[in-house]
Each structure stands twice: as C-alpha cells, then as structure tokens.
C-alpha cells in the first residue's frame, strides 16, 4: 500500500503544475474540448484514487472541481475568471496536500469548504477566493499537452511508467562511459596490432551495443523543456492579475529535450526573467495604448538546440531597459561612480542590469524591488556552465537568451592542437577541414583582420592561440589546418589550429564554473589516454571576437547604423571594387542594401540605381562583369540621398583623429592608420557635391501638368520632370496630393487654384522667341532652363 501511495503522490505532484497550465490555456480557449476533456479525465483519475486510498479531503476537493469541469463539458458552465481561479485553488491545495502527505505519511485534518464553495458558486461568489482581475493570458501550442495529461493516468493506457531513482541513472550513465573510454582505448591498440579480422568484427559488435546503451540511458535522463514551460501560463496569469496587466505568452521548442537535472537549476532563473518581464518590461494596459500598442503585452519563449548547447530565448514587447536610467541607478547605489559612468560603452551600461544590489523598482513589492535580481540568475546559469545575454530594444522590449548545455552527453568529437595544448571540437560544428598551404586557400589581410578566402568564399580567419592568449608559431613556418566552422544560426568562419589529430566520441561534462564563464568552451571530456580536455565552442569563440560569417557583418553594419545613437567616431570599413579597403563616416549611412547588378544602370550620363520605385544616383565606378549583387551604401545627409556602390561590408570601426590630408581634393579626404593598415577614408562632402542629390521618395516635390491628355507632356516633359526627382501628377489625377508647382502651358487658362501672379506656377512656351516684358515663360525645349526654375522655385517653396 506504502508503494502505491507514493507513486499516487508523485505522479499526482508531477502532474498537478502541467494541469494548471492547461486549465489557463482552456480559459484562453473554450472551444478547445480536446484539452478540456484532458482536464476532466485526469482529476477524475485523482478522485478515483483517493477513495481507494483512503484520502479524504483531497477527494472531496477533486471531487468539486470534477463537478465544475463536467458541467463546463456539458455547456452549464463558461471558463469565466471566477471559476478558472476557484479551480486553480483547488489544484494549489491538492499540491498542498500532497505534499505534506508525503512528509508526514498521512493526509492531515482541515477545512477545505470555502475552497469547494467557491467552485460551485457562480461568478457572484469570486470573491470567496479573492477580487478576480480580468486576465489576458493566451498560450500557443507548446506549453502543454494532452501527452503530459495523460502520463499521470495509468489507468487509461496500455502501458506504464516505472520511477527511477536519478542516483542510479547517474550510476548507469557514469558506467557507460567508462565503456565508451574502455572501447576507444581497445581501438587505438587494435589499430596499432594489425589485428584479424574476426577480432574486429567482434569489436564493431562490441562497439554497436555500447552505442546501443549508451543511447538508452541518455534517453532515460532526457525531459521534454514543455515540463519546464508548462507552469508558466499560470505564473504568467496570476503575476499579471496582481499588477493589472494583461499579457499573452507564446512558446515554442517544447519538444527539445534536455537533462532533468538542468531543468531543475533553470527553473528558478527562468521564473525570475518572466516575472521580471511582466513587472518592468511590459506597460499597464493604458500605456500601451497610448504608445499605440496593443492593449495586452507579450511574452514569447523560444527553444532550440544548438551543437551541445541548449538556447532559451525570453522576449517581451514592453519597455525595454532606458540604459540613462539604468546608469543613474548604479551611480545613485554607488556601484559606479559619475566618472566611471560615463566612460561606459552602451554595452557596458546594459550589463549594469547583472550588477548586485541593483534593482529599477520605484518601491519594493511582493514581485520586485530588493535588488535580487539578475545578478542571481546569471550568477545561478553559470554555475551550470550557461551563459546569459541581453538585447534591449528601448521602447519595443527586451530579449534574454540563456544558453546552458546538455549536461552529461557523449559526442562525436575532432582532438586539435594549438601552442602544444589539445582541444576538442563537436564535430557537428565542422563544416569542412583544409590545409591552409593548399591551393584552393589564400590568406589576405583587411582592416586589420585576416581573411580566408577558400575557393572564391571570403571567411573571417581566426587562430585558436590567439583567442586562447597562447603564443603562436610564424604562420609560413608550418602547415596549419583550418578547420570551416558551422555555428550557431548558420554562420561560418575560418578556425587556424596547428594541427588536427583524431576523431573520437567524448564523454562531456560540464566544466568549472570560472572555464565555462570565459563564453569560448562547451564542457571538459577524459578521452582514452587519460588526459582531460577541453571542448571548445566555435560559437562562442565568434562571439567573443566578435565575428561572424562576413555576409552576417553586413547585419551588424546595417544595425550599427540603426541603434547607434552617437555614431560620429565610427566609421564603416569596406572593400571597394579595385581591391582597396576604404572606411565612411557612419553618421552619414541611412542603411545598407544588397542590390543586383542590373538595378545599377547609366542614364543621363550618370550612374542610378533603381532601389524599389526610388532612383539613387550613385558615385560613379566600374563594376567587375562576374559580379551580379552588390552592396549600397545609402547616403542622407538630412535632406537628399545618394549612393556608393561597393563589393562587401568589413567591419565597424573607431575612426582615429588623426587624418592625413591628400594630395588634392576629392572624393578622398584623407588616409589614416586602422588596425596597423593604411586605409582611404571617404569624403561624403565631396560625393554630395559632385552628385548633386536625388530627393527620397517621401520627400518628393510633387509636379503637377495641367494637359495630361497632350501627347508631348506626357512622353517629352513628364519623363523629364520625373527623372529629377520630382513625383508627377496630372490636373485630371483622384485623389492627387497637393501640388508644389503647377507646369503649364503659355495659352492654358490659369488653374483654378492658383492666382494670376502664384509664384508656383511654371509656364512652358512653344515658340522659341525671346520672353516679353513680363513674361516668366520657358521655351519648352529649354532643359537646363526648366529644371534650373524647378529647383529655384523648390528651394523658395
């Protein structure tokens, strides 16, 4: 009876915060009968339980919130708030419950009438359980399932599950890696005897039933991360029924799995970023509207599996964090001081938010405002070997992305050597491994930085000693391996290591906090000679060289010039079309496009390039026939727009002070030192100057011809017109803007919206003959005439 009785606890206090989940998810969506018959059955199951088990109160109380959901099922009853929270009480005491039964070995005495009143009560009786507040809390497919449900329900499958003390799984798993240890070491001696080949085909066999176990018991230590996900609706719900918020959560990934073990030392940190997002991030309902929001906020949980790291992504549509405030924060809690302050970069006053002690609550409440915050929950990932990051986006929310690995797990690994030292690499992260003497493989020099360039595709090359501070060798003096990396979100960079030796499955562990915190290695592994080794992470190791594919740098150009808000000691480095690396100011670039080579055409003796329905002109250049895409840097300079047309982004860079001058003036301004290389710097003055400037599409003057139905103003001047930047519209046009200049011609009757001395109006003669005393009219053929008055008039407009 003992044995039954506690696994009736523990299925039940396993299930129970899946259930609560599932219930707000009803109340999101009532149609949903499939999930809410999910429900019924399994507090069915739990009345039907405690009678046999004798409990008393938790059957009564299962017995009451049965009764409700069954007349819900029947359509008596609508998920109003009222009940949704009556029957979430229920389910809190059952919890309760169960937990002091497993304790002390017996269900204790009590009341629970007012619990179960309030289940049966209508939405006049909320108040026996506390002022309902409306929710708004919608969950997307992920936070739950019936799967879940039905786990705790043995009754109503054909199978069972068996609980398993974790001691012994770690037994097991510890002993199966002493075999995958004990089977490569039998290897390496076989491949050194030249043994038979009955030997080695009894090794293969060996070697497929290691493999066989080895994957069971990591199978059996696997949870879905939806068991970690499946609370947080209700979390969400009564967080934001406490602040009178409304929030939407959305999740996704609930199917990856991950160590049960590591859900457990998540959970917490993940708890603490939710409530976080709910009472800082996200704004009380009236805000949002009036920053033209929608009413209810969001909040969206992402989770993926990335090489031998878990990524769990936290975004919410509120605030975001103001850095200024943040930093008036910490110098008021004399973490920094008003000097050190404002020598931070942007980057360095966002992660004033991991400061102990810091907190950006007006008061203290239940949620907020001691200032023990998200310096425990870094603090609590990287005890695990994660990593915590932010992205903050003023006025528009916040991301937190926690990367933690897999914990115990055994991999198909590559041994590399740098400076002497051997590393681990997943071999899922290698792409391809070449000599760095081969043919298909040069190395050049940009900005500073070395660049591979494999069979016609430019990488960014990094050496493994100097990510690691190691001393390395002359690169002509040996034959180095480079190994083409695959990270993270599809990236790929060039990784120089001395020398690659063997491959192997690693056993990996998690390694010491201060390692794993250095963002560069995954966990440590004891390959078959004994020597233990790190595993390196080629994603992180981007990341803190701040690196990606060059084609990502384009993304890091375009959202340097987005967020920057004081880029004016930056400057973009880039290879230009004769083979140079050039830099611009930064301020100066609205955006960068990619645009294909045949949007660039030569019209009117100038270089456009037709970008949409826009027309930039574009510094002149010669572009290489075997390219067909190019990189634009869109210019503005506040008023007008043109474009420099170029091969690919390098790099954003501090622009030094000193300049030197060039021999002359143009579309150099000078030459300066980046990264130890001399490097031309762009004059945008001078482009400006020598392409005039062609108007952005929304800042379009609008031209309007009074004889639209003339066969010469719509095929000689209409062209003409609009190919100076001017948006043209006809007298005969609906719903047409209002007109800046009126063109028309010398006999036409005076528009009906202009007066006889308008100053907008242009009139265009047929007769080529000298202009009459008074006469403002332009012979029709007189290009330069013409478009000199358009802009003069623009201009006094």
Same mark, same amino acid.
């Given at each position: ?10 299925? /039940? ?31 069915? /199951? ?10 008393? #109160? ?122 995958? =240890? ?169 992660? =004033? ?5 810091? /907190? ?38 916040? /991301? ?26 997943? #071999? ?35 050496? =493994? ?17 480079? !190994? ?82 004081? *880029? ?20 100066? !670039? ?98 400006? *100057?020598? =392409? ?106």
């Amino acid at each position: 009876m003992d044995e039954i009785l506690q696994e009736f606890l523990s299925e /039940t206090a396993e299930t129970m915060e899946e259930i609560s989940g599932e219930i707000v998810a009803w109340e999101a969506d009532p149609a949903d009968r499939e999930r809410l018959d999910s429900i019924f059955r399994f507090v069915h /199951t739990v009345k039907g339980s405690c009678g046999f088990l004798d409990l008393p #109160r938790i059957g009564a109380l299962s017995h009451a919130a049965e009764d409700a959901l069954d007349a819900a099922r029947n359509g008596r009853r609508d998920p109003t708030p009222a009940l949704v929270t009556a029957v979430l009480a229920v389910i809190d005491r059952i919890l309760s419950l169960t937990e002091e039964i497993a304790s002390s070995g017996s269900e204790p005495k009590g009341d629970d009438h007012a619990l179960i009143d309030a289940v049966h009560a209508d939405e006049s009786g909320a108040d026996t359980v506390g002022e309902v507040i409306q929710p708004g809390t919608v969950i997307a497919a992920g936070a739950g399932s019936d799967q879940t449900i039905a786990a705790a329900q043995p009754a109503a499958q054909d199978w069972r599950t068996i609980r398993v003390p974790l001691n012994l799984l770690d037994s097991m798993m510890n002993g199966v890696s002493d075999m995958v =240890l004990a089977r490569n070491e039998v290897a390496r001696v076989l491949r050194g005897d030249g043994n038979s080949g009955a030997v080695s085909g009894a090794f293969e066999r060996l070697s497929a039933s290691v493999a066989e176990m080895r994957n069971s018991v990591s199978q059996m230590r696997m949870q879905r991360i939806e068991k970690l996900f499946a609370p947080l609706p209700r979390l969400i719900r009564d967080v934001s029924n406490e602040l009178n918020k409304r929030v939407d959560v959305e999740i996704d990934g609930g199917a990856v799995e991950l160590d049960r073990e590591m859900i457990e030392s998540i959970r917490d940190p993940l708890t603490h970023i939710i409530r976080n997002a709910i009472d800082h991030g996200i704004e009380a309902p009236a805000d949002r509207l009036a920053k033209g929001k929608p009413e209810a906020g969001k909040i969206t949980l992402v989770a993926c599996q990335s090489g031998n790291q878990i990524i769990i992504e936290v975004h919410d549509d509120g605030a975001g964090i103001s850095t200024d405030r943040l930093v008036a924060k910490a110098v008021a809690a004399k973490i920094v001081t008003a000097s050190e302050a404002r020598a931070l970069t942007a980057t360095e006053k966002l992660n =004033l938010i991991f400061s102990p002690g810091l /907190t950006t609550a007006g008061e203290v409440t239940s949620i907020s405002g001691r200032g023990v915050g998200m310096d425990i929950v870094r603090a609590n990932i990287e005890r695990i070997g994660g990593l915590v990051d932010i992205e903050n986006n003023p006025g528009n929310g916040l /991301t937190v992305t926690m990367r933690v690995p897999l914990t115990l797990t055994i991999i198909s690994g590559l041994t590399v050597c740098a400076a002497d030292h051997v590393f681990a690499i997943p #071999r899922a992260s290698v792409s391809e491994i070449i000599l760095q003497m081969n043919d298909s493989v040069r190395i050049d020099r940009a900005g500073g930085a070395d660049i591979a360039i494999v069979r016609g595709e430019r990488l960014a090359l990094v050496y =493994l000693e100097d990510v690691l501070g190691l001393d390395r060798p002359d690169a002509e003096s040996i034959d180095r391996a480079i !190994i083409i990396t695959r990270g993270a979100g599809g990236h790929r960079y060039a990784l120089s290591v001395a020398d690659v030796f063997d491959h192997e499955e690693l056993v990996i562990k998690p390694a010491a906090p201060a390692i794993m915190a250095t963002g560069i290695y995954a966990g440590s592994t004891l390959p078959d000679n004994g020597r233990p080794m790190l595993l390196l992470d080629v994603t992180g190791i981007a990341e803190r060289q701040d690196i990606g594919s060059l084609g990502g740098q384009d993304d890091r150009a375009a959202e340097a010039v987005a967020h920057n808000d004081d *880029c004016r000691d930056q400057a973009l480095l880039f290879n230009d079309f004769d083979g140079a690396v050039r830099a611009i100011d930064l301020a100066v !670039i609205d955006r960068v496009d990619e645009v294909p080579v045949a949007a660039i055409r030569r019209q009117g003796g100038r270089l456009r390039a037709l970008v949409g329905d826009q027309m930039i002109a574009v510094h002149d250049c010669t572009i290489p026939a075997d390219l067909t895409a190019i990189k634009l840097l869109r210019l503005n300079d506040g008023d007008a727009e043109v474009g420099y047309a170029m091969v690919d982004v390098v790099d954003v860079v501090r622009l030094p002070a000193s300049i030197a001058a060039p021999a002359q003036p143009g579309l150099i301004r000078g030459v300066t030192l980046i990264g130890g290389e001399p490097v031309e710097v762009i004059d945008p003055y001078w482009i400006f *100057c020598s =392409l005039g400037a062609s108007r952005p599409a929304e800042r379009q003057p609008v031209c309007r011809l009074t004889d639209g139905g003339d066969h010469w103003t719509r095929q000689f001047l209409a062209p003409l017109i609009a190919g100076a930047g001017y948006r043209v519209v006809y007298d005969e046009d609906e719903d047409a803007p209002t007109a800046d200049i009126v063109i028309a011609g010398d006999s036409d009757d005076q528009p009906d919206d202009m007066s006889a001395d308008d100053q907008s109006i242009l009139r265009l003669r047929k007769a080529e003959r000298p202009s009459g005393k008074g006469d403002r009219s332009i012979y029709r053929y007189d290009k330069d005439a013409i478009l000199g008055a358009l802009d003069r008039m623009t201009r006094t407009g």
